[in-house]
């Protein structure tokens, strides 16, 4: 399956400089929004996840081919 992923601040270090905090991950039939994360190695600094535009908080929710997921990490700073 294919799924969408846009990231955003020091997330988007996760892919090449060209994808510009864009690209399509495919991850295995039936992953879920923790495997996507887990993909991308930023599983434990995440603030805010969302799927097809509205807001996800079960990180265990199913993913199917062709989900929009945006991700945007704890801000931090003083």
Do not use: C, W, Y
Request: glycine share 8%; hydrophobic share 40%.
């Amino acid at each position: 399956m294919h799924v969408h992923v846009q990231l955003f601040s020091r997330f988007r270090e996760r892919l090449p400089p060209e994808a510009r905090g864009q690209a399509t991950i495919k991850l295995p039939d039936n992953a879920t929004v923790d495997d996507l994360l887990a993909h991308l190695d930023i599983a434990g600094r995440v603030h805010l996840i969302a799927v097809n535009e509205e807001p996800e908080t079960d990180r265990g929710r199913a993913l199917r081919d062709g989900d929009a997921v945006r991700v945007f990490p704890v801000v931090v700073g003083g």
